[in-house]
């Protein structure tokens, strides 16, 4: 008897391999509509969208779906994903993160009841051979809403403002491509626009935002500061002595007044931090250039010195780009060593 339903599982197997990847998922999905009939539970099918036809935002794939009941939603984890956020507990494929995320002391004010309680209340429905959750997908931009807000009163903490700048992306992008589709709509563009046509003008638009946000400062440069002080990495998390060291480095050597303009420009606020980075006020066709032609040079020079010789480098730095204007800025040996 055992070895029957051996040979019937090798049989089954080998049959199983000759169908196609289409076949074997509709009766996969076939296999569970029969176990969710028998179990009388009825959910909102997917009726159209694929897990190999997602929602493309710049490098981001979002699984998303239109319902049987007219429902458009994104998954759980597709959230998670465009906003940049790690899945933490895998109880309701990431649900919990997000209402944890909601509900932090930074972003609960800015959190409708209403958008609180959808978080807190997913849909299940039935997908391409299994159960999943989700929301509708408007509420991607209502968490951008709530996060951008909370950013605006100067409540979220350090480790969620990388959630804020994602989320600032994603409402431009949405809000520029949103409008094209009202036009193509109202002239009847929309029926003879290709299906991909939404999908590229957003990934230019991701792209063109992104440019904003892209990493100036090479993380390289604040590793070498680190080796050459003999101190342990701390994964990047700057303090405000490593700010000193910038200063120091770079903007006091650029050009005449640039670090004096930029802190009248760029000042600190009353929560003792500054709104922007100092590298987003300079010029994107001269002052960019030339910032980022400094640093690599001056992670070349850190290069040619061993673990601890940061006075050995410092008096390099200073001979080859001597500080300009510098009645206000100690050297910074004396400064903050």
Not at 120 to 129: S, T
Not at 226 to 248: H, Q, T
Not at 320 to 326: A, D, G, H, Q, V
């Amino acid at each position: 008897m055992e070895e029957e339903r051996a040979i019937q599982s090798l049989g089954g197997r080998a049959r199983a391999e000759k169908l196609s990847k289409e076949a074997r998922t509709e009766i996969a999905s076939n296999a569970a509509q029969a176990r969710w009939s028998k179990e009388g539970v009825q959910y909102p099918t997917a009726k159209y969208g694929s897990p190999d036809r997602p929602l493309k935002i710049g490098s981001l794939e979002i699984p998303c779906y239109v319902l049987d009941d007219g429902r458009r939603v994104i998954t759980q984890a597709g959230v998670l994903s465009a906003l940049e956020m790690s899945s933490g507990s895998a109880t309701k494929g990431g649900g919990d993160r997000l209402t944890n995320f909601a509900t932090t002391k930074s972003l609960n004010p800015f959190v409708s009841i209403g958008l609180l309680e959808m978080i807190k209340n997913p849909i299940r429905f039935r997908g391409h051979g299994s159960l999943s959750y989700g929301y509708e997908a408007t509420i991607l931009a209502e968490i951008c809403d709530a996060v951008l807000a909370s950013r605006e009163a100067d409540q979220l903490n350090h480790q969620q403002q990388h959630i804020a700048k994602q989320a600032e992306i994603l409402v431009r992008a949405f809000a520029k491509v949103g409008i094209v589709a009202l036009v193509d709509e109202a002239t009847g563009y929309q029926e003879i626009r290709n299906r991909e046509a939404l999908q590229e003008i957003l990934k230019r638009f991701i792209s063109q935002e992104l440019l904003e946000w892209v990493r100036t400062f090479p993380m390289d440069f604040y590793k070498q500061i680190f080796r050459l002080k003999g101190w342990n990495w701390n994964d990047g998390r700057m303090s405000p002595i490593v700010g000193s060291i910038v200063n120091d480095l770079v903007y006091a050597r650029l050009a005449p007044g640039v670090l004096e303009e930029l802190r009248k420009r760029n000042p600190v606020t009353e929560t003792g931090h500054r709104k922007h980075k100092h590298f987003q006020h300079l010029t994107k066709d001269v002052g960019h250039p030339e910032l980022t032609r400094h640093l690599y040079e001056l992670i070349g020079m850190a290069r040619a010195f061993s673990l601890g010789q940061w006075e050995q480098y410092y008096q390099l730095v200073n001979r080859t780009f001597p500080k300009i204007n510098t009645n206000f800025l100690l050297p910074y040996s004396e400064a903050a060593s």
